[in-house]
């Protein structure tokens, strides 16, 4: 009796964190892909110069970190 009790508990409990984490997911997706779309908004918004000055910025970052993780992972 108490292991069906403990069990029904644990079981509710299991599924609403199941359900939790599902909406969480959800949400941060929703959130990602708005800023995700804020930001293209605001490359498409940039001049030229802004462009060339922004990507000139990111290739040293590029070269330093994401390339070598990009290179460890090709192996």
């Given at each position: 009796m108490l292991n069906k009790y403990y069990g029904d508990i644990?079981?509710?409990?299991t599924q609403?964190?199941?359900?939790l984490k599902r909406f969480m997911m959800e949400d941060t997706?929703?959130?990602?892909a708005k800023m995700y779309e804020t930001n293209v908004d605001n490359y498409k918004a940039?001049?030229?110069a802004e462009k060339n000055l922004l990507m000139q910025d990111l290739i040293p970052y590029w070269n330093s970190g994401i390339q070598s993780m990009a290179d460890v992972f090709a192996g």
């Open positions: 644990i079981n509710g409990l609403e964190n199941e359900n997706f929703d959130e990602l940039m001049t030229d």
